[in-house]
């Protein structure tokens, strides 16, 4: 369980950018590097944590439990949100007499562009799971329905998966 | 530095608790739609707190991690300190593990399923689509200039052609960041 607490620990430490940058910094680690689950699976995962009103990172719950049951998904959520926690405890401590304020926000927006081409290298390689013809028009279609309205991806998450089932 | 005005402590841990779950509960939609939510909520319906500290909360939000998170963190510790905050966090959070525990306690039971099998399988391509949506969204107003496509694309090749350690990336582009921010800071 140790090794699992240190690698979302580490995550958390370096999740800058808003939820998406997980995508990549979790397959990366767990599905190349350490081998915890399948890409399949992951993708699975991440269909499975869109469904709560939680932010994206809750995949590290899913990841957790997947690796260490229960106990690994409660671990797995405490040490990902620890260091932004504790960051905003203390933020809030002294929030008023944070003169840099316009440093970190340039920093943090210098470092955006890094977090777009991350996101769209996880696109990437998980585009190479696909195979059929079925599945690039279902990302084709998925892609222009989020792109062109605000429909929430939960409500399209369900749709597919229920058309999934009645497809032969 | 000294710790300015003191936390107000009229809300109990408990309100703070509840409402946070609450928030937890029936946020879908998720990041900006949960701050929307929370806002109406701590400061339109229960005035916790002023809405410019709302909105200084938001902007430390984006530091590290989930915004959404972070502003209920914020809220939670400007009223009732180190616990409210960690009141406002866990509550906010505890739903969605829950739902996400029991989904994935089902996952790994029935993924073997014939029929869950082909829902997932059609899932799949629409959380890529998402993906790439969410790319060209984010690129849109991220990628300025000739600095922030050389970057994006740094990072984009380093991670998918190279297979770059990911951290190392995040970090190298962070240092820059860093680094360009002090530079425009001193040219100003």
Redesign the interface.
Known sequence: MLPLAWTYLKIGLIFFGGGYVLIPLLQHLLVDQYRWLTLREFLDGVAISQLTPGPLAMLATFTGVRVGGFVGGLIATICIFLPCIVLMLVVGRYYARLKEIDLIRNALDNVLPAVVGLVASAAWSLGATLGTLREWLLLTAAFAVFRWTKVNPMIMILGAGAVGMLLP | ?T???A?RSQVSLWEIFALFCK?????????MA?VALTERMVVKEKQWVTPEEFL??L????????????TC??VG??LRG?PG??LA?VG??L???L???L???L??RFQHLQ?LK??????????????????????KK??NGT???L??????????LF?V???L???A??A???A???Y??RAS
Do not use: E
């Open positions: 530095m710790p300015d005005t936390p928030v937890g509960l029936t946020g879908f939609g998720g990041g949960i200084h909360g902007a430390f939000g984006q530091i590290l991690g989930p915004f959404s998170l972070n963190t914020f510790y400007r180190v905050g960690l966090a906010f959070l739903p969605s593990f739902i996400v525990s989904l994935a306690w996952y790994l029929l082909k829902a997932l399988a059609a899932t799949n391509p629409v959380v890529i689509g998402l993906i790439c949506a969410v790319v060209l969204d984010m690129g991220q990628l600095g922030g496509w970057l994006g694309i740094t990072a984009f090749a380093a991670a998918a297979k350690n990911l951290a990336v995040l970090a582009a962070a820059w960041a860093f360009a921010a002090l425009q800071r």
